[in-house]
């Protein structure tokens, strides 16, 4: 078993295939790492959507092989950044056809900070930084 | 398996156990599009349900407005986590979605 015990400037790195069955693993791994963060359950299950979400798109929208998570945990906080190394096919949200325009609203509104970084043909990589605060 | 999908004796009630993502969002649309092309309530069993994604929530959503007019969607036993997300992207709020 992985050590989770991740800190600020110790980072917990894990790789995950890019395919809707690893979703769960990928959860599982986030339930873990934040639940031994003693965050409170709230908090722990806004994270695994969170990133679950994260890891969804990648899924969905990249032509990515692998997604990796970082973690880093703080006294104040825990971040978890979603990465992939595909291109980000950039394309006006279209729920009623896919059903996914709700997981970027979704993210945003169940952590403290968000921010998304898409890759490009020029720069491939799309990041995607959630933060969940100790104290909300 | 990450979801069962039961169906119990009683007629249009649906039993979601495990969690729903997008690996099985379109199994449980496919499981209620029977009950949904007929009128009346559908119930849908979520006693069980640890976890459901955007995608989870879009078969809700449709299965709500596919049968607006004609019946409701009643959630029952949906544990506190599960309501939380439904009731923040506003599932409660369709008029004919009913959160136990």
Sequence with gaps: MTNLTAGPDVPVVRSFRAHPSALHEVRDFVRNLVQGQRFPTGAVDDMVLAVSEAAANVIVHTNSAMIELVARAGHTQIEIQVRDTGVFRRRLPMPELDGHGRGVPLMMAVTDEMDIKLGTPHRPGTVVRLVKYRDP | ????????????????????????????STVVEGDLQSDGDLVLDLTGLAFIDSTGIQVLVDSARRLEGRGRLLLKGAGEPIRRVLALVGLPLLSNVVLE
């Design chain 2, 1 to 28: 398996m990450l979801l069962s999908i039961e169906r119990p004796d009683e007629p249009r009630v649906i039993r979601l156990i495990g969690e729903i993502d997008i690996s099985n969002a379109e199994e449980v």
